[in-house]
């Protein structure tokens, strides 16, 4: 069964660090595409990040500059690294595989994990 | 940036009524419309990707049509278990974006 949990969520403060996880199972990093989608408090879903399988990232203008999404092949894990946090990046965040089973498509999701931006 | 529409933002309905949400992109996007369900304290459900073609599992209650800038999401006979907030999304190209969301309760 392919799985993705996550780990890292808290509480920071503005202009801090942050790194969330997301450990695969059932499929391996390198091979496939991940995406982080994050919902804050009230609000809609908003794409974070790409990575695609050869190792090309891409972000939304939003994030662009201060997140970094990467991935490690021998521990099969994703990152999000946020820096320079701000209040309106309080939101769950979630990992996500796109394209594994259907083309084009968030289609496997972690459980997501609560980062809270205080001022 | 591609901008996704969706209407109503909420609507009130009852077990066994029929219900349609409407997705309008800014642009053309062909058929690269997914649609998502989402409950309070869980993650995201793909229910149907490239517009109409319906996720293995998900009940033949859900339907999506549309091609172009328009689409559709159709539930034909709403069940308890459907009450949640619905997302459509664009895949064209990116930045990837989502629609508001409309949020199905009970009336």
């Known amino acids: 069964e392919v799985q993705l949990v996550q780990s890292g969520g808290g509480l920071i403060q503005r202009g801090g660090s942050l790194r969330l996880s997301c450990a695969a199972s059932g499929f391996t990093v390198s091979a496939h595409h991940f995406t982080w989608v994050r919902q804050a408090p009230g609000k809609g879903l908003e794409w974070v990040s790409l990575?695609?399988?050869?190792?090309?990232?891409y972000y939304p203008d939003s994030v662009k500059g201060r997140f970094t999404m990467s991935r490690d092949t021998s521990q099969n894990t994703l990152y999000l690294q946020m820096n320079s946090l701000r209040a309106e990046d309080t939101a769950v965040y979630y990992c996500?595989?796109?394209?594994?089973?259907?083309?084009?498509?968030?289609?496997?999701w972690g459980q997501g994990a609560m980062v809270t931006v205080s001022s | 940036d591609i901008q996704m529409t969706q209407s109503p933002s909420s609507l009130s309905a009852s077990a066994g009524d029929r219900v349609t949400i409407t997705c309008r992109a800014s642009?053309?996007?062909?058929?690269?419309l997914n649609w998502y369900q989402h409950k309070p304290g869980k993650a995201p459900k793909l229910l149907i990707y490239?517009?109409?073609s319906l996720e293995s599992g998900v009940p033949s209650r859900f339907s999506g049509s549309g091609s172009g800038t328009e689409f559709t999401l159709t539930i034909s006979s709403l069940q308890p278990e459907d009450f949640a907030t619905y997302y459509c999304q664009q895949s064209y190209n990116t930045p990837w974006t989502f629609g508001q969301g409309t949020k199905v309760d009970i009336k």
């Open positions: 996500a595989s796109y394209g594994y089973i259907y083309p084009d498509a968030f289609d496997v």
């Open positions: 490239a517009a109409f």
């Open positions: 990575i695609y399988n050869y190792g090309s990232t």
């Open positions: 642009q053309t996007i062909s058929i690269n």
